[in-house]
């Protein structure tokens, strides 16, 4: 069992940055593909990014490319998101999640733990 716990989110202007961490537990970190996913008021989760176990295939949502990084250290066992540039229509709370097969993937349903979500929001 695997437990995850994102932290780093707030308030932020935009055209500012921030960085997501999500720490994870109980687990073999090196082994899970690791996802960020997000949720807006009333609307569905949806994908922002995703990174394979070994930290070299990433893959992101159209709306984020070009502005928000992916990453991972095995040895400290977090993915991280760097979020640059950041717009109105990104707040949303951010969940970090894992995949046991080790390959990064978009779809919500193919990942299998899931943390509790950090908020962000930027202001306009």
């Known amino acids: 069992q695997v437990q995850l716990v994102e932290s780093g989110g707030g308030l932020v202007q935009a055209g500012g940055s921030l960085r997501l961490s999500c720490a994870a537990s109980g687990g073999t970190f090196s082994t899970y593909a690791m996802g960020w996913f997000r949720q807006a008021p009333e609307k569905e989760r949806e994908f922002v990014a995703a990174i ?38 990104d707040t949303a709370v951010y969940y970090c999640a894992a995949e046991s097969t080790g390959y990064a993937k978009t779809p919500i349903e193919e990942y299998d733990y899931w943390g509790q979500g950090t908020q962000v929001t930027v202001s306009s």
């Not at 990084?69 to 991280?80: E, G, L, P």
Request: glycine share 10%; net charge positive; aromatic share 14%.
């Open 52 to 89: 394979g176990w070994g930290g070299i295939n990433t893959y992101y949502a159209d709306s984020v490319k070009g502005r928000f990084t992916i990453s991972r250290d095995n040895a400290k066992n977090t993915v991280y998101l760097q979020m640059n540039s950041l717009k109105p229509v």
